[in-house]
């Protein structure tokens, strides 16, 4: 069979001191990390759009990698190429899981039926493959942003047309997760959004989105999908104002509606960013309220006010992104899918294996530096102490809904000299600092 990746046979561990450019310095799949293997605290997946499909277009100029695979012409050997393309690099570089949109890997027929049997052609295909090498399916979804049918949405359209196109997409695309054991089905709702009120029925196409999610709950759970949806939160880009802004708005939308039981989270760092957020942050608000699934790992750049889905190699951010998996109680049906793309000059397979080598290797340290933040305990001390006047008196009766206004009047009454505490920021800064590079 056709090798695409021959500068690489098993991309494996050497420690920090190697200088091999193929091989892990800190990404050791089996090294044990309290009480578990690396490669199931971090639950690697490869993304088909970014790794297979995309040649490097932007708004500005066209392709620049070639994606024929030896210079195929017909869509249907091409998917099947990436079908062998990307186990090869998944078992190459030990990575276990993978992510898909139904366009990414099937093109798209002249009939939806068409559509729909090439599908299941290449759905068949890569069941072949994954009983071969034992990789699985971390999620699936339906691409319903590509195609101008949904210029104006897809659940979220004013035409019922594209509405009912999409619901069609949909089916299959979670008929085809289960097929392959995926545990989870995203929504990101790309064209979920809009450019101006003056043509808006905001109500009616929340109202809808929402029934278009129930449908699709119904029909998963009806085929026997045990595994989590998500709502991938988004705030701009491609519309101005997308529905799922961020993980609060997601989740005030999922309670609305009555789909929280059925729906978690996937935070995209670089779409946290673009909401204003921290990656961290977006992760502390989904696990608080237990919606926190899964992650696409990648980054944006602080000087662009788009979405790069760049590979991420920001250790600190890792790290801190860790800690939040961590205290989620790690991962379940969830995983860390490289949402992410070499920039269009890196336009050689031999630049996906590095991206793929670097934002590996940046997780799995940010991984043991989350758990030195965690042994060393200073910042989770601190946070402890900082709180405590809720663990006794008026702040206990406050926590255990004891207190009322007028009882918390007649303390202050006698009560009025309130004594502060600095919030050390600095100081905590140099701790994490110090556990990063000490
Ligand atoms: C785009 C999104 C998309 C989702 C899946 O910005 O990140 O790729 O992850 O549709
Ligand atoms: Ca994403
Ligand atoms: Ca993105």
Redesign the pocket.
């Known amino acids: 069979m056709k090798e695409y990746f021959p500068m690489i046979s098993k991309v494996k561990y050497e420690g920090k001191g190697s200088k091999n450019p193929f091989a892990f310095k800190y990404y050791d799949a089996e090294r044990i990390v309290v009480g578990k293997p690396m490669k199931e605290h971090l639950k690697f997946a490869m993304?088909w759009?970014?790794t297979l499909c995309a040649g490097g277009a932007d708004p500005f100029g066209t392709t620049t990698m070639d994606r024929s695979y030896g210079g195929l012409t017909d869509p249907m050997d091409i998917a099947r190429a990436k079908v062998d393309a990307g186990f090869e690099f998944m078992t190459k570089l030990g990575i276990e899981y993978f992510?898909f949109?139904d366009a990414d890997i099937a093109p798209e027929g002249k009939t939806f039926a068409q559509t729909k049997s090439n599908l299941w052609e290449i759905v068949e295909y890569i069941e072949q493959k994954m009983k071969q090498t034992g990789i699985k399916l971390l999620w699936g979804?339906a691409?319903c942003?590509n195609s101008p049918r949904y210029m104006h949405g897809a659940g979220t359209s004013c035409n019922a047309h594209s509405f009912a196109y999409a619901a069609a997409q949909i089916k299959n695309a979670i008929e085809a997760t289960v097929r392959l054991g995926g545990k989870g089905y995203?929504f990101?709702g790309?064209r979920e959004g809009y450019e101006t009120l003056l043509n808006t029925d905001m109500a009616l196409e929340l109202d809808n989105m929402a029934r278009l999610m129930r449908m699709a709950v119904d029909y998963g759970r009806s085929i026997g999908f045990e595994g989590d949806f998500y709502i991938?939160p988004?705030p701009k880009?491609p519309t101005k104002h997308q529905y799922d802004f961020d993980a609060a708005t997601v989740l005030g939308f999922l309670r609305k509606y009555g789909l929280d039981k059925d729906f978690k989270l996937?935070i995209?760092a670089?779409?946290a960013t673009l909401a204003g957020h921290t990656f961290e942050h977006e992760l502390t608000v989904a696990r608080i309220n237990d919606a926190f699934g899964s992650i696409?790992a990648?980054s944006g750049d602080p000087n662009l006010g788009w979405?790069t889905?760049q590979f991420p190699t920001d250790v600190y951010s890792a790290t801190l992104c860790m800690l939040e998996v961590i205290r989620a109680g790690g991962f379940t049906n969830g995983g860390l899918?490289f949402?992410a793309k070499v920039r269009r000059g890196s336009f050689t397979f031999e630049d996906i294996v590095y991206a793929y080598i670097s934002g590996m290797d940046t997780f799995a340290l940010g991984l043991l530096k989350a758990y030195e933040v965690i042994e060393d305990g200073r910042i989770d001390e601190f946070v402890k102490q900082r709180y405590i006047s809720y663990t006794e008196g008026i702040g206990k009766d406050i926590k255990e809904g004891r207190a009322s206004l007028e009882s918390l009047e007649k303390y202050i009454l006698e009560n009025d000299a309130v004594q502060m505490q600095s919030g050390r920021q600095e100081y905590l800064e140099t701790v994490l600092n110090n556990i990063l590079f000490g």
């Open positions: 993304s759009w970014h992510c949109h979804t691409n942003f995203v990101w790309g991938e988004k880009e996937n995209e670089n779409h696409d990648n979405d889905d899918n949402d």
